[in-house]
């Protein structure tokens, strides 16, 4: 079985840039999460998707960030314009019966 | 708000070491308990949990309590290998939702020969 697909693995751009981050969950598992870690911390949720529905987003920093799952499959994470302290990796996550399933995630450094 | 305090790393030990890396919380209601571990270059799996109080969660020879008159969740294993170097997650989540877990700011540990 597949894991949890991220890509890019590293980004690096400019501040005031835009960057996008693609998650392919393994199939089947309806529930998708988007978390940010900061390093030396733990991962934070950022939103989940209950199919294409994204029931939890009140982490989410709506002014620059927003993300869509179409067809309750992949998702994409966006975020415009990248500020510095966007500088994280940001993780995608599934779950079907209850235990997280997490990608490598995607790197970004806003310089 | 609920959180998650686990003891400050790195943590340094030599092969065969026993292993302690603490964990304590605070939440409302009954939460379930996770550890999770980063290998180095990959994604964040599931260690061991438990779900109710005095429960053992077990894997990999690692064990850990689920201790709610302490409200903690030491995580330990007896005799560390080389391939147990990772940073070490502990986690909660309320009841057996994982719709929204917390994660602790993780601890490093290295294991040399």
């Known amino acids: 079985e597949a894991g949890v697909v991220q890509s890019p693995r590293y980004k690096i751009i400019e501040k005031k840039q835009p960057v996008a981050f693609w998650c392919n969950p393994i199939s089947g598992h309806n529930t998708l999460y988007w978390y940010r870690q900061n390093l030396g911390q733990g991962p934070e949720l950022l939103i989940r998707?209950?199919?294409?529905?994204?029931?939890?987003d009140s982490q989410l920093p709506k002014d620059r960030f927003s993300a869509e799952r179409l067809k309750g499959v992949d998702s994409t994470l966006k975020i415009q314009p990248a500020e510095l302290g966007d500088s994280a990796v940001y993780l995608c996550?599934?779950?079907?019966?209850?235990?997280?399933?997490f990608g490598e995630g995607s790197r970004l450094t806003v310089l | 708000g609920n959180s998650v305090t686990q003891m400050e790393g790195p943590v340094t030990l030599s092969e065969e070491a026993f292993l302690t890396i603490n964990c304590t919380y605070t939440?409302?209601?009954?939460?379930?308990l996770f550890w999770y571990v980063q290998y180095p270059g990959e994604g964040l799996q599931l260690l061991l949990k438990?779900?109710?109080?005095?429960d053992k969660g077990s894997n990999k020879g690692f064990e850990a309590t689920y201790r709610k008159e302490t409200t903690s969740f030491h995580l330990e294993k007896g005799s560390v290998q080389v391939s147990d170097s990772a940073v070490y997650f502990c986690a909660l989540s309320e009841g057996t939702s994982y719709d929204k877990v917390i994660f602790g700011p993780g601890t490093s540990l290295s294991v040399i020969p």
């Open positions: 998707y209950e199919n294409e529905e994204a029931v939890d």
């Open positions: 996550a599934c779950s079907n019966t209850g235990e997280l399933f």
């Open positions: 438990a779900t109710k109080a005095d």
């Open positions: 939440a409302t209601g009954y939460p379930s």
